[in-house]
């Protein structure tokens, strides 16, 4: 076959019918948040997955053509990766990036990334065509993929690579024929018998093949009465085997292509079994049932796992599902008899029922449900009475507060999940070396007493506190020039001149307590400068 990639594979009709198809059914579908701990599942229309997918989902793309193009990635290349915007900590939108442009793998295990927890962690890395590169935690990643490993999809477009490069040259053979065929439709035949002349003069075939296309050629004149005379008979030309085989084979593209994507054959135009048209109804259950709820499985637990926050997941109050009511609405005498079904055994009301088929409530009247006046307790005999509703379960303990505070505030200032892990793993040092340091002074204090050399203890403790600093510190040199190491010993020599002016000229240990008192201010302009 011909060469394949990512452009010229859409190029093949069945391929781009299957992709834009399912693709576009995805996209069209509410996509919607609910509260699982109310009776009937709560839409949560201020959750903001509800905006994201079912309005913009971000400040340039509608949610249409931004699911539409990652589920469409997906078909092609197995993975579709969109990067998450957080604000406040709660997504904002969904941005997709060029599939081609990014790639996983994990943290190297070295010692510096096992200090500050990163050893073995799995992160996207990405490098774009105008070169920006980067690097993001799952978590900051909503990412769609097909059958693969688990952690990445594999890819259709190389795994059929030959089946979709036949297509497109039995499909680039049949256009070269079209256009350099000389073959007609059909051929006027002259006949012998009595009182017919012989042989036809060259100008009588000319006047007779001029006379004919004038009746005969173009649109206008299709199906007019053809007179045949001088012993002419008009012959039709067959389909040729070789034609033959070619209608058989672009048939067969059509279905291997149905069976790559798990789509009912009929979806792509193959209506040869006649079961199928007489069952086509069904077929289309089929297809939302076999093809988009497996696609939808994928979209509705990714939304759970990243655009849910982690109070929702450890309490699991949130969860994410598609509407197909659209997709699956049968027949209007059909819904009528199921609702009459379900309001007369009691797990319909009058507004439910009004509601399933987008029309306005009838007011309390309508939330009653009915049941059977014969209708009594297996056992007991006694005329049915509903249970007594069981109480709501307790909440949970969330686990991750300091996590998700932590999150909160370098999100706010516009840092990723990465540098936020950093951020803290630096904040925690600092916290455990200033505990040392206040143990450090106070002790300098007392024996200073005797001999009034407060401010020399001081100036040996902060030259050892430098160091005690720069070590743990250090692994943040690595991590994609957050800080070089000549700024890294900047900030650290303008935290020990500052907190060495504070406390020297301390006289006794109030004074000392007063400027100790002010180490966590000191503490987060370190931090407020490390991250910038």
Not at 197 to 204: F, G, I, R, V, Y
Not at 287 to 308: G, R
Request: with cysteine; aromatic share 8%.
């Amino acid at each position: 076959g011909l060469p394949v990639n990512h452009t010229t594979v859409l190029t093949s009709g069945p391929v781009y019918q299957a992709i834009n198809m399912v693709s576009s059914d995805l996209a069209q579908l509410p996509l919607e948040p609910y509260d699982t701990q109310a009776t009937k599942g709560k839409l949560l229309t201020g959750h903001p997955i509800h905006r994201i997918w079912n309005v913009k989902a971000n400040n340039e793309m509608l949610s249409f053509h931004v699911r539409q193009t990652l589920q469409g990635w997906a078909m092609i290349h197995g993975n579709a990766i969109g990067v998450i915007e957080w604000v406040n900590n709660r997504p904002a939108g969904v941005y997709p990036l060029p599939p081609g442009s990014v790639w996983v793998e994990r943290v190297p295990p070295t010692v510096d990334m096992a200090e500050v927890g990163l050893a073995g962690q799995l992160i996207y890395r990405y490098a774009l065509d105008n070169g920006a590169e980067g690097t993001l935690f799952p978590e900051e990643v909503f990412h769609i993929r097909l059958f693969g490993n688990g952690i990445w999809g594999y890819s259709p477009l190389k795994l059929f690579r030959d089946t979709f490069g036949n297509g497109l040259a039995m499909t680039k053979f049949q256009g070269k024929s079209f256009a350099n065929a000389a073959r007609p439709s059909g051929l006027l035949k002259k006949t012998y018998g009595p009182g017919i002349p012989a042989k036809l003069s060259p100008e009588a075939r000319q006047n007779l093949k001029r006379e004919w296309q004038e009746i005969h050629s173009g649109l206008d004149n299709t199906g007019k009465v053809a007179l045949l005379t001088d012993g002419l008979d008009w012959v039709q030309m067959s389909v040729t085997n070789e034609e033959a085989q070619m209608i058989d084979s672009m048939k067969l593209y059509r279905e291997q292509v149905a069976a790559i994507y798990n789509i009912p054959p009929h979806k792509l135009g193959a209506m040869e079994n006649s079961a199928v048209r007489a069952n086509i109804e069904e077929q289309n259950r089929n297809y939302v049932q076999s093809t988009l709820m497996p696609h939808a499985k994928v979209w509705e637990q990714e939304c759970v796992d990243k655009l849910c926050s982690s109070r929702e997941k450890a309490r699991n109050t949130c969860y994410v599902r598609f509407d197909f009511k659209a997709l699956l609405r049968a027949d209007t005498k059909t819904r009528f008899e199921a609702y009459s079904v379900a309001k007369q055994w009691g797990w319909m009301s009058s507004n439910d029922i009004l509601r399933a088929e987008d029309m306005d409530e009838i007011g309390q009247q309508g939330d009653v449900y009915l049941v059977p006046l014969n209708m009594a307790d297996a056992e007991t005999g006694e005329p049915f009475a509903a249970p007594e509703p069981p109480p709501a379960p307790e909440p949970e303990p969330v686990e991750d507060e300091e996590e998700e505070q932590m999150l909160t505030l370098h999100r706010k200032n516009g840092k990723s999940r990465f540098q936020a892990q950093l951020w803290d793993y630096a904040r925690k040092t600092l916290i455990a070396k200033q505990a040392i340091e206040t143990k450090a002074l106070t002790r300098a204090m007392k024996q200073s007493k005797a001999k009034g050399d407060f401010e020399q203890r001081c100036e040996r403790h902060y030259k050892k506190f430098a160091d005690a600093l720069r070590d743990p510190l250090e692994a943040l040199t690595t991590i994609h020039g957050l800080v070089t190491a000549a700024e890294l010993d900047e900030l650290i020599a303008d935290y020990i001149t500052e907190s060495f002016d504070a406390v020297s000229g301390a006289t006794d240990e109030e004074q000392l307590g007063e400027a100790i008192a002010d180490f966590p201010k000191r503490i987060e302009a370190f931090l407020a400068r490390l991250m910038k």
